[in-house]
C-alpha cells in the first residue's frame, strides 16, 4: 500500500507561515525535496505521489495543519 502527503489547499496559508516570510516549513522539512514551494507566498506542491514515502515530516511542520497523510 503506498502512502503520500496530500495538501488541502484550503488550510494552506504561506503568508502566516514562518512570521510572515512566506517560507513553508513543511516544504523545507521534506528530507526527499517532494514538497516544494516555488516562491515565497506561494503554496506548496508534491512533485511525485509515487515517489513519497508518507514519512509525515510535513505534516509534523506544517502549522496550519493543512497536509496528511494518505494511502491507497
Partial sequence: MNKWANI???????RSCNGGTGACPAARSCTRK???QEDPFDSPML????????CG????ACPRGAI???SG
Fill in 57 to 60: 515530516t510535513c505534516v509534523a
Fill in 8 to 14: 488541502d489547499f484550503e488550510r494552506c496559508d504561506p
Fill in 68 to 70: 496528511e497523510i494518505k
Fill in 34 to 36: 517532494l514538497l516544494q
Fill in 47 to 54: 512533485l511525485s505521489i509515487k515517489m513519497c514515502v508518507g
